[in-house]
Protein backbone atom coordinates (compact mmCIF):
# COMPACT_ATOMS: atom_id res chain seq x y z
CA UNK A 1 0.00 0.00 0.00
CA UNK A 2 2.70 2.44 0.85
CA UNK A 3 4.61 1.59 -1.86
CA UNK A 4 1.84 2.35 -4.36
CA UNK A 5 0.80 5.95 -2.01
CA UNK A 6 4.77 6.41 -2.63
CA UNK A 7 4.68 6.37 -6.68
CA UNK A 8 1.96 8.26 -6.71
CA UNK A 9 3.57 11.25 -4.98
CA UNK A 10 6.49 10.70 -6.98
CA UNK A 11 4.52 10.39 -10.16
CA UNK A 12 3.20 13.93 -9.36
CA UNK A 13 6.70 15.49 -8.51
CA UNK A 14 7.38 14.43 -11.84
CA UNK A 15 4.75 16.21 -13.62
CA UNK A 16 5.30 19.07 -11.83
CA UNK A 17 8.33 19.44 -12.74
CA UNK A 18 8.21 18.60 -16.06
CA UNK A 19 5.50 21.73 -15.88
CA UNK A 20 7.49 24.31 -14.06
CA UNK A 21 10.57 23.35 -17.12
CA UNK A 22 7.72 24.56 -19.44
CA UNK A 23 7.60 27.61 -17.33
CA UNK A 24 10.98 27.88 -17.51
CA UNK A 25 11.31 27.95 -21.23
CA UNK A 26 7.64 30.08 -21.58
CA UNK A 27 7.96 32.85 -19.11
CA UNK A 28 9.36 36.16 -20.82
CA UNK A 29 12.12 37.56 -17.98
CA UNK A 30 14.33 36.61 -15.01
CA UNK A 31 12.04 37.44 -12.28
CA UNK A 32 8.86 34.91 -13.93
CA UNK A 33 11.75 32.66 -14.90
CA UNK A 34 12.44 32.28 -10.99
CA UNK A 35 9.03 31.64 -10.53
CA UNK A 36 8.59 28.76 -12.43
CA UNK A 37 11.91 27.54 -10.71
CA UNK A 38 10.11 28.04 -7.17
CA UNK A 39 7.43 25.88 -8.42
CA UNK A 40 10.01 23.44 -9.41
CA UNK A 41 11.04 23.15 -6.20
CA UNK A 42 8.25 22.71 -3.97
CA UNK A 43 5.70 20.42 -5.26
CA UNK A 44 8.24 19.03 -7.72
CA UNK A 45 11.69 17.97 -6.20
CA UNK A 46 10.35 17.70 -2.46
CA UNK A 47 7.15 15.83 -3.82
CA UNK A 48 9.88 13.18 -5.16
CA UNK A 49 11.71 13.58 -2.29
CA UNK A 50 8.73 12.76 0.49
CA UNK A 51 7.25 9.82 -2.37
CA UNK A 52 10.67 8.24 -1.84
CA UNK A 53 10.25 8.88 2.05
CA UNK A 54 6.58 7.41 1.99
CA UNK A 55 7.70 4.83 -0.76
CA UNK A 56 10.26 3.16 2.00
CA UNK A 57 9.08 4.30 5.17
CA UNK A 58 11.68 5.01 8.41
CA UNK A 59 14.61 3.19 6.26
CA UNK A 60 17.98 5.01 6.57
CA UNK A 61 16.86 5.70 2.91
CA UNK A 62 13.93 7.38 4.36
CA UNK A 63 14.96 9.36 6.96
CA UNK A 64 17.40 10.89 4.47
CA UNK A 65 14.98 11.92 2.25
CA UNK A 66 13.10 13.79 4.71
CA UNK A 67 16.35 15.60 5.76
CA UNK A 68 16.34 16.27 2.05
CA UNK A 69 13.07 17.81 2.10
CA UNK A 70 13.76 19.66 5.05
CA UNK A 71 17.03 21.08 3.82
CA UNK A 72 16.05 22.12 0.32
CA UNK A 73 12.82 23.78 1.95
CA UNK A 74 15.51 25.92 4.06
CA UNK A 75 18.25 26.86 1.65
CA UNK A 76 16.05 26.98 -2.19
CA UNK A 77 14.94 30.14 -1.73
CA UNK A 78 17.51 31.77 -0.23
CA UNK A 79 19.16 31.23 -3.79
CA UNK A 80 15.83 32.61 -5.55
CA UNK A 81 16.14 35.50 -3.45
CA UNK A 82 19.70 36.27 -4.05
CA UNK A 83 19.59 36.11 -7.83
CA UNK A 84 16.38 38.10 -8.26
CA UNK A 85 18.10 40.85 -6.01
CA UNK A 86 21.46 40.45 -8.43
CA UNK A 87 19.85 41.01 -11.56
CA UNK A 88 17.51 44.08 -10.23
CA UNK A 89 20.20 45.45 -8.60
CA UNK A 90 22.78 44.54 -12.06
CA UNK A 91 19.92 46.24 -14.25
CA UNK A 92 18.33 43.49 -15.82
CA UNK A 93 14.75 44.89 -16.65
CA UNK A 94 11.14 43.24 -16.30
CA UNK A 95 9.19 42.42 -19.13
CA UNK A 96 6.99 44.48 -21.10
CA UNK A 97 4.13 42.84 -19.61
CA UNK A 98 4.90 44.25 -16.59
CA UNK A 99 2.09 46.60 -14.47
CA UNK A 100 3.99 48.08 -11.43
CA UNK A 101 7.38 48.73 -9.68
CA UNK A 102 7.57 49.48 -6.30
CA UNK A 103 11.27 48.26 -5.56
CA UNK A 104 12.94 50.82 -8.15
CA UNK A 105 12.30 53.95 -5.92
CA UNK A 106 13.69 51.73 -3.04
CA UNK A 107 17.01 51.00 -4.91
CA UNK A 108 17.30 54.44 -6.04
CA UNK A 109 17.67 55.88 -2.61
CA UNK A 110 20.74 53.04 -2.60
CA UNK B 1 33.59 25.33 25.32
CA UNK B 2 35.79 22.66 24.09
CA UNK B 3 33.11 19.77 25.61
CA UNK B 4 30.14 21.44 23.59
CA UNK B 5 32.48 21.20 20.44
CA UNK B 6 33.37 17.43 20.99
CA UNK B 7 29.71 16.49 22.33
CA UNK B 8 28.43 18.20 19.02
CA UNK B 9 30.91 16.08 17.08
CA UNK B 10 29.99 12.90 18.70
CA UNK B 11 26.21 13.65 18.06
CA UNK B 12 26.19 14.17 14.52
CA UNK B 13 28.95 11.39 13.84
CA UNK B 14 26.51 8.28 16.11
CA UNK B 15 23.56 9.74 14.47
CA UNK B 16 25.36 9.43 10.73
CA UNK B 17 25.98 5.61 11.71
CA UNK B 18 22.60 4.79 12.81
CA UNK B 19 21.30 6.26 9.90
CA UNK B 20 23.68 4.58 7.24
CA UNK B 21 25.26 1.41 9.01
CA UNK B 22 28.57 0.56 10.44
CA UNK B 23 30.95 0.22 7.00
CA UNK B 24 34.89 1.34 7.07
CA UNK B 25 33.71 4.25 4.20
CA UNK B 26 30.94 5.31 5.83
CA UNK B 27 33.04 5.57 9.67
CA UNK B 28 35.66 7.64 8.14
CA UNK B 29 33.21 9.85 5.68
CA UNK B 30 31.32 10.62 9.18
CA UNK B 31 34.60 11.71 11.23
CA UNK B 32 35.18 14.31 8.55
CA UNK B 33 32.51 15.49 7.97
CA UNK B 34 31.22 15.73 11.98
CA UNK B 35 34.50 17.49 12.18
CA UNK B 36 34.51 19.90 9.66
CA UNK B 37 31.12 20.67 9.98
CA UNK B 38 31.67 21.74 14.08
CA UNK B 39 34.51 23.82 13.06
CA UNK B 40 32.92 25.70 10.59
CA UNK B 41 29.16 26.16 12.68
CA UNK B 42 30.08 24.53 16.17
CA UNK B 43 29.82 28.32 17.19
CA UNK B 44 27.06 29.71 16.65
CA UNK B 45 24.17 30.39 19.35
CA UNK B 46 20.45 30.58 19.41
CA UNK B 47 19.63 34.55 19.81
CA UNK B 48 16.94 34.18 22.68
CA UNK B 49 17.33 31.19 24.77
CA UNK B 50 14.14 31.52 26.91
CA UNK B 51 11.72 30.78 23.70
CA UNK B 52 12.99 26.88 23.04
CA UNK B 53 11.52 26.04 26.20
CA UNK B 54 7.93 27.29 24.88
CA UNK B 55 5.90 24.25 24.45
CA UNK B 56 2.80 26.01 22.29
CA UNK B 57 5.11 27.45 19.83
CA UNK B 58 5.79 23.68 18.74
CA UNK B 59 1.85 23.10 18.39
CA UNK B 60 1.69 26.63 16.33
CA UNK B 61 4.58 25.93 14.41
CA UNK B 62 2.91 22.12 13.23
CA UNK B 63 -0.08 24.56 12.38
CA UNK B 64 1.97 26.47 10.34
CA UNK B 65 3.01 23.79 8.56
CA UNK B 66 -0.19 22.25 7.39
CA UNK B 67 -1.16 25.61 6.03
CA UNK B 68 1.71 26.66 4.63
CA UNK B 69 1.62 22.95 2.69
CA UNK B 70 -2.53 23.81 1.68
CA UNK B 71 -1.31 27.30 0.32
CA UNK B 72 1.42 25.74 -1.65
CA UNK B 73 -0.59 22.88 -3.12
CA UNK B 74 -3.08 25.94 -4.35
CA UNK B 75 -0.46 28.16 -5.27
CA UNK B 76 0.91 25.66 -7.84
CA UNK B 77 -1.86 24.44 -9.93
CA UNK B 78 -2.64 28.53 -9.84
CA UNK B 79 0.67 28.90 -11.88
CA UNK B 80 0.60 25.78 -13.71
CA UNK B 81 -2.42 26.65 -15.25
CA UNK B 82 -1.11 29.81 -15.84
CA UNK B 83 1.67 28.19 -17.73
CA UNK B 84 0.05 25.58 -19.62
CA UNK B 85 -2.28 28.29 -20.85
CA UNK B 86 -1.47 29.27 -25.31
CA UNK B 87 -1.57 32.80 -24.29
CA UNK B 88 -0.51 32.98 -20.43
CA UNK B 89 -2.60 35.27 -18.81
CA UNK B 90 0.55 36.84 -16.77
CA UNK B 91 0.85 40.37 -15.36
CA UNK B 92 3.82 40.54 -13.26
CA UNK B 93 5.31 43.51 -10.89
CA UNK B 94 6.96 44.13 -8.10
CA UNK B 95 4.68 45.18 -4.72
CA UNK B 96 5.66 46.15 -1.25
CA UNK B 97 4.28 44.05 1.46
CA UNK B 98 3.91 45.49 5.19
CA UNK B 99 5.17 43.36 7.99
CA UNK B 100 5.08 43.52 11.79
CA UNK B 101 7.90 40.91 12.63
CA UNK B 102 11.06 41.76 13.81
CA UNK B 103 13.46 39.15 14.53
CA UNK B 104 15.75 37.77 12.26
CA UNK B 105 14.70 34.24 12.45
CA UNK B 106 11.05 35.03 11.74
CA UNK B 107 11.60 37.34 9.05
CA UNK B 108 13.86 34.99 7.64
CA UNK B 109 10.95 32.39 7.71
CA UNK B 110 8.46 34.65 6.03
CA UNK B 111 9.75 36.06 3.20
CA UNK B 112 11.44 32.00 3.14
CA UNK B 113 7.47 31.12 3.08
CA UNK B 114 6.73 33.88 0.40
CA UNK B 115 9.08 32.63 -2.14
CA UNK B 116 8.38 29.04 -2.00
CA UNK B 117 4.46 29.75 -2.32
CA UNK B 118 4.51 29.58 -5.83
CA UNK B 119 3.83 33.27 -7.68
CA UNK B 120 5.27 35.42 -5.17
CA UNK B 121 9.35 35.53 -4.74
CA UNK B 122 10.73 38.15 -2.24
CA UNK B 123 13.37 40.15 -3.69
CA UNK B 124 14.65 42.46 -0.83
CA UNK B 125 13.65 43.35 2.29
CA UNK B 126 13.99 46.87 4.35
CA UNK B 127 14.12 45.59 7.84
CA UNK B 128 13.93 49.44 9.29
CA UNK B 129 10.36 50.37 7.92
CA UNK B 130 9.10 46.30 7.85
CA UNK B 131 8.66 46.45 4.19
CA UNK B 132 9.25 43.13 2.09
CA UNK B 133 9.52 43.75 -1.88
CA UNK B 134 7.70 40.68 -2.97
CA UNK B 135 7.73 40.40 -7.30
CA UNK B 136 4.40 38.85 -8.31
CA UNK B 137 3.60 36.87 -10.93
CA UNK B 138 -0.08 38.45 -11.20
CA UNK B 139 -0.35 41.84 -9.67
CA UNK B 140 -4.56 41.68 -8.51
CA UNK B 141 -3.49 45.21 -6.51
CA UNK B 142 -1.25 47.97 -5.75
CA UNK B 143 -2.43 49.16 -2.45
CA UNK B 144 -0.12 48.01 0.21
CA UNK B 145 -2.70 46.85 2.93
CA UNK B 146 -4.69 44.23 -0.24
CA UNK B 147 -1.17 43.20 -1.17
CA UNK B 148 -0.53 42.16 2.45
CA UNK B 149 -3.91 41.17 3.18
CA UNK B 150 -2.99 38.52 0.06
CA UNK B 151 0.17 37.70 0.04
CA UNK B 152 1.52 37.28 3.41
CA UNK B 153 -1.24 37.82 6.32
CA UNK B 154 -2.21 34.07 6.40
CA UNK B 155 1.14 33.25 7.11
CA UNK B 156 2.07 36.38 9.23
CA UNK B 157 -1.04 36.08 11.94
CA UNK B 158 0.61 32.33 12.43
CA UNK B 159 4.47 34.42 13.11
CA UNK B 160 3.29 36.49 15.17
CA UNK B 161 2.03 34.27 17.66
CA UNK B 162 5.31 31.68 17.24
CA UNK B 163 7.39 34.88 17.16
CA UNK B 164 6.34 37.31 19.19
Redesign the interface.
Known amino acids: MNEIIGKIIISIGII ?1 DF ?2 C ?2 LI ?2 P ?1 V ?2 R ?3 S ?2 C ?3 GTCGIFFGVFVHSGFT ?1 LG ?2 ALLIVIFV ?2 T ?3 S ?2 AL ?2 AA ?1 RSGVK ?2 D ?7 KS ?1 VDRG | MIYRKIFLTLLIFVIWI ?4 VELYNILVGIFCSILIVLLFGDINIQNQWTVNKPQRYLWFIYYFIVFLYE ?2 KA ?1 LD ?2 YR ?2 LPN ?1 P ?7 VKTKLKSDAGLTLL ?2 SI ?10 I ?1 KDNG ?1 I ?1 V ?1 W ?1 Y ?1 RD ?1 NIEETTKKISWKFEKILLKIFP
Open positions: AIGIGRFDYTLQATKVTLSIKFLSPVSHARYMCKSVCDEYQ | ILSGVINVAIIMIKPGIVRANTLTPGTLSVDDYYHIVI
